[in-house]
């Protein structure tokens, strides 16, 4: 809710997003912006093209990449092969130091925090598995025979 009211705001024509939240790496952020916006989405994107009032994303899906074209307003997740990342000069850093951070408050935003997700339940799974390091292939084989019953 807070990111739509700001996305109403400021009125933005493109709206670029990570792939993954860093919290529980769920790839919802994005999908659940452009529903709540009523945007068209481009998930995965590798390639972004802007022409005009449109925007031409290419993607990555299970079967290779597809290239698809949306038009403006849209919401585009980014992949991780999007672009090397460039590191800031020392200069430019002393630059960003001195710009101004705007703060917005929820209270600013008319925007109450609302839980719209309840855990259930949530249980911590063991592994049993050990590691072993073994010399060489004919360990590595004999392990897999007579200790794991892997191979027959």
Known sequence: MALQ???ETELPGLIL?????AEDDSDMTGAFLAALLDWLQATFALQITVLGDEVRVSREIDSGIETIRLPLPS???CGLRLNKPRYASFRGQMKARSMPIE???L???KSKLQPRVETLNL???RSDRNCTFVESVDD????LQFETKILG
């Open 17 to 21: 997003m990570g792939e993954r939240t």
């Open 123 to 125: 249980k911590l799974v």
């Open 140 to 143: 590595l084989v004999r392990s």
């Open 75 to 77: 919401v585009i997740t």
């Open 5 to 7: 009211k700001i996305v």
């Open 107 to 109: 209270d600013d935003l």
């Open 103 to 105: 703060r917005v408050s």
